[in-house]
């Protein structure tokens, strides 16, 4: 039954007189002067109303309901400037309206009630909330408490929270207990966190699919639940990419009004460990040595990312290897042609899933050194590069962050199935740094001979054909007799305690495959500083802050497998406020 939602009164916020209209999709007021001029409209869409509440009511620093049985208070979104980010703050503005009667009042607060219901559907009920108490500036349960808890509850949203204890919680929460009644999931912390809720997430989704995650050619089933992220991490990359500014305020009202952001997660498959999925950046060569020099430093706090950068950088390293892509339509968009992707991206839009074709279970077992090497030519042509790298990286979105306000790829879309493949070869130190420079300021970083930028579905990177990955003893040896010459302590073994505080996620997760196979990477040197004189002849990847301790690797995105309460990067200049 179609419901008639309009409205239309005056109403008086203080003393000025003002014509109110709710239309179902809108709620107006306009100013009436005593001349009964109509003055400043007001208008605010359903769909960013926060809540509506009887009487005059205040919800900071704590709950006040002041019970005048004429009034009600009307909460909504109010954009501001965010100053130097990308995006724009959100914040919860209250206009507080008189009626002319009580039964005027309730038929308002009726009325915006049920348009809210209406209108506004996807709006999350009941939540599943994981604090990580240490992660950034270790704020994230006065974060959630102060900030975030009490918007969720004037948006009539109830959550369930767990402040975790361990590393890893949140994930195994969400893959084996129970979580019907649920609308969604919120992690308050870093992208640490986020990639643990992701990675739960997708693991129960796929088990209670019946699909083996761990099979490089499955199609994966995108996940049910959506995720929010409130930011209270050190680099809150994915929340900055996806909302345009690092926010508590700002994510929380995403949530409560149930925005949908569609978002392409990449899996890194290697034959011994579990899957890895990846949404910001998957690096080989320089951004795994800078991951791996980085936890020798973890003292420095967020410094160490600084220092380790630098170190890694003097070092001067590249790395041999051959990388084979699976190209996306250039018709369709490419990472040069300067197209951002911003809220309603058209290319996002428009893009119907693009991924591979997907053979049985059965053709795809233990396929993956077969596979890497042959080609399929329904799923479009495999193109071949082979040199040294200074490094290999892939990105799912833009990786925009405040340090770097375009990101890695800076036309990269949130959900067209897609990734970028950057490719940077051995190139004069100076060269580089001119491309590392270039990530911090507006300048073309793909706009140099030695780098590479290609939009891909999926790629593989292996040694040269005749090296090993067990090449990797080669750093063994090395770094054993630095140890012994040079009584130094330049190698990081990956069973040091990662970033997470905690045992490496990989040898956790690894049900039994990495634990039984894993001993010798385990025990073995991944990483030699840049006083060893041997430097190592492979590196290890970053997959979005985690060590994955091999060269080898199988890549494929999956279109929009997950989704977040978020709605991408608003345009300032289309937005009027
Ligand atoms: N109670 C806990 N104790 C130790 N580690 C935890 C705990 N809860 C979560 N973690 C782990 O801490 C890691 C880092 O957390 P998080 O991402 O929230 O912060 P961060 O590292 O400061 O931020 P960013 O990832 O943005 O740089 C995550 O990988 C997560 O697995």
């Avoid at 109830?158 to 994930?171: L, P, Y």
């Avoid at 020798?296 to 160490?304: E, F, N, Y």
């Avoid at 004069?428 to 990530?439: A, D, E, V």
């Avoid at 025990?523 to 041997?534: M, N, Q, R, T, V």
Wanted: contains cysteine.
């Amino acid at each position: 039954m179609e419901i008639d939602l309009r409205l239309e009164s005056s109403l008086w916020v203080g003393r000025k007189r003002y014509l109110a209209v709710l239309t179902g999709w809108h709620l107006q007021w306009t100013e009436v002067d005593k001349k009964n001029r109509q003055r400043k409209t007001t208008s605010v869409p359903v769909s960013e109303l926060i809540g509506v509440e009887d009487g005059r009511v205040e919800i900071l620093p704590g709950k006040s309901v002041e019970d005048a049985d004429h009034d009600f208070t009307v909460f909504y979104v109010r954009r501001s400037s965010s100053g130097g980010s990308y995006g724009l703050l959100w914040r919860f503005s209250r206009t507080q309206f008189s009626c002319a009667s009580r039964a005027l009042r309730d038929q308002w607060t009726s009325y915006l009630r049920t348009a809210l219901k209406t209108h506004s559907p996807s709006r999350p009920h009941r939540l599943l909330v994981f604090i990580n108490p240490f992660g950034g500036k270790k704020k994230g349960r006065h974060i959630y408490h102060s900030l975030v808890a009490p918007l969720f509850e004037l948006a009539g949203i109830s959550s369930h929270v767990i402040v975790t204890e361990r590393a890893n919680q949140a994930r195994d929460h969400l893959l084996k207990k129970d979580l019907s009644g649920f609308d969604g999931v919120v992690c308050v912390g870093g992208d640490g966190m986020f990639s643990e809720v992701m990675h739960g997430l997708i693991g129960r989704t796929q088990q209670e699919a019946g699909l083996s995650e761990n099979d490089p050619n499955v199609k994966l089933q995108p996940c049910n639940l959506h995720i929010g992220i409130i930011p209270a991490g050190s680099t809150d990359c994915v929340c900055f990419a996806t909302v345009g500014v690092n926010d508590p305020v700002t994510s929380a009202l995403h949530i409560i009004i149930g925005d949908s952001q569609p978002l392409d997660v990449c899996s890194a498959h290697h034959p011994t460990v579990p899957v890895h999925y990846s949404v910001s950046l998957l690096g080989y060569g320089f951004y795994g040595d800078v991951l791996a020099e980085s936890e020798r430093h973890r003292w420095m706090g967020p410094l160490r990312y600084d220092f380790s950068g630098a170190m890694v950088y003097l070092s001067s390293r590249s790395y041999a290897g051959v990388v084979h892509y699976l190209p996306a339509d250039p018709l369709l968009s490419s990472p040069r042609d300067n197209i951002r992707c911003l809220s309603g991206c058209s290319v996002c839009t428009k893009s119907t899933e693009r991924l591979l074709p997907h053979p049985t279970v059965s053709e795809s077992v233990n396929s993956f050194h077969c596979s890497q090497y042959s080609s399929d030519s329904s799923e479009g042509e495999w193109v071949s590069v082979a040199g040294r790298f200074r490094c290999v990286s892939f990105t799912c979105m833009s990786s925009s962050c405040p340090r770097s306000p375009l990101g890695l790829s800076p036309s990269a879309h949130l959900a067209d199935g897609t990734g970028d493949l950057i490719l940077v070869r051995e190139s004069h130190p100076l060269s580089f740094l001119k491309f590392l420079h270039r990530h911090t300021s507006t300048q073309d970083q793909f706009d140099l001979p030695f780098v590479e930028v290609h939009r891909v579905k999926a790629f593989r990177f292996s040694l040269p054909p005749g090296e090993e990955e067990d090449g990797c003893e080669d750093m063994e040896r090395g770094a054993t007799r630095q140890r012994e010459n040079q009584d130094t302590q330049c190698v990081m073994d990956i069973e040091t305690k990662s970033r997470t505080g905690s045992q490496q996620q990989l040898t956790e997760r690894g049900s039994g495959a990495y634990r039984e196979r894993g001993d010798w990477r385990g025990k073995k040197a991944l990483f030699c500083g840049p006083c060893c004189s041997e430097t190592p002849s492979v590196s290890v990847w970053n997959c979005d802050g985690e060590i994955l301790p091999f060269s080898e690797i199988q890549c494929r995105v999956h279109g929009q497998l997950v989704h977040l309460y978020a709605r991408g990067i608003e345009d300032k200049a289309a937005i009027v406020s």
